[in-house]
C-alpha cells in the first residue's frame, strides 16, 4: 500500500509539472500569435495609408494636368477652344473635308467703347455660348481672336449648311442685352463661310476665303452670311 501511495503521488507531481509546462507553452504561444496579430495590423496599416496616399496623388495630378490642358486649349472667357485648340481638334478627324464658318460680331469695337469692355466681355459669352447651343457636337466651336468666332462643319451638304448659317445669325440678333444696359438693343454676326480642307497645308487658303466672304458680308450690310459661289442671306 506505502508502495502505490509513492506511485500515485509520483504521478500527480509528473502531471502537475506537465501541466504547469504546457500552460506555460500555451502562454507564450498566445503571446507570439498576439504579437504576430499586431504586426499583421500594422502592415496592413501601412498598405492602407501608402495606398490612399498614391491615389489620392494620382487624382491631384489627373487634376492638374486636365486644368493644364484646358488653359491650353480653351478661351478662358466664353469656355470655347482657342486658336490652339480649334486646330489641335481638326487635326485629330479623321475627315478633314468640310465648311470652314467665321463669324464676327459686329460693331464690336462701339460696344466696348460705348458700354464699356465688363459688358463687352459679356456680349463675348452670350454669344459664344448661342453659337455652340445652334451647332452640333460634331461641329468645332473656337473663339478665334477678339470679336471673331470659326466653326468647322465636317459636312458636305451645302443646303444643311445655308440653314444652319442663316440660324446662327437669327439666333444672335434674338438675343436681349437689356439687363445689361437699356441701351443696348441689339448685337448682330456677320459670316462667311466657305468649303475645303482642314489640313495643315490647306487650311490657310481655306480661311483666307471665308474670311475674305464675312468681309463681304459686312461690307454688304451686316448681319447676313455668304457662303462661296452663294448670294448672301440676311436676316
Not at 504546457?22 to 504586426?39: F, G, M, P
Not at 444643311?160 to 437669327?170: A, D, F, H, V, Y
Request: aromatic share 8%; with cysteine; net charge neutral.
Amino acid at each position: 500500500m506505502r508502495t502505490t501511495k509513492y506511485i500515485l503521488l509520483i504521478i500527480l507531481s509528473l502531471l502537475s509539472h506537465f501541466c504547469i509546462a504546457s500552460d506555460v507553452s500555451w502562454q507564450k504561444q498566445a503571446i507570439e500569435q498576439t504579437r504576430l496579430n499586431i504586426i499583421l495590423f500594422i502592415n496592413i496599416a501601412i498598405f492602407a495609408v501608402v495606398l490612399v496616399l498614391t491615389l489620392w496623388q494620382l487624382v491631384k495630378t489627373k487634376r492638374v494636368n486636365q486644368h493644364h490642358y484646358e488653359q491650353s486649349v480653351l478661351d478662358p472667357l466664353t469656355q470655347l477652344f482657342n486658336r490652339h485648340g480649334f486646330h489641335q481638334s481638326v487635326d485629330s478627324l479623321d475627315n478633314k473635308s468640310g465648311f470652314l464658318l467665321i463669324a464676327d460680331i459686329d460693331n464690336f469695337k462701339s460696344i466696348n467703347d460705348r458700354f464699356g469692355h465688363n459688358i463687352g466681355d459679356k456680349v463675348l459669352h452670350r454669344v459664344a455660348k448661342t453659337l455652340k447651343q445652334q451647332v452640333r457636337d460634331s461641329d468645332i466651336v473656337a473663339r478665334y481672336g477678339g470679336e471673331e468666332f470659326v466653326i468647322f462643319f465636317p459636312s458636305q451638304d451645302s443646303n444643311q449648311l445655308k440653314m444652319i448659317s442663316q440660324r446662327l445669325i437669327c439666333s444672335v440678333s434674338a438675343l436681349d442685352f437689356s439687363d445689361l444696359n437699356e441701351n443696348l438693343k441689339q448685337v448682330t454676326i456677320s459670316v462667311g463661310l466657305d468649303k475645303g480642307s482642314v489640313e495643315a497645308n490647306h487650311f490657310e487658303l481655306l480661311y483666307e476665303k471665308a474670311d475674305t466672304l464675312l468681309y463681304k458680308a459686312k461690307s454688304s450690310g451686316k448681319n447676313q452670311f455668304i457662303m462661296g459661289h452663294l448670294e448672301s442671306a440676311s436676316v
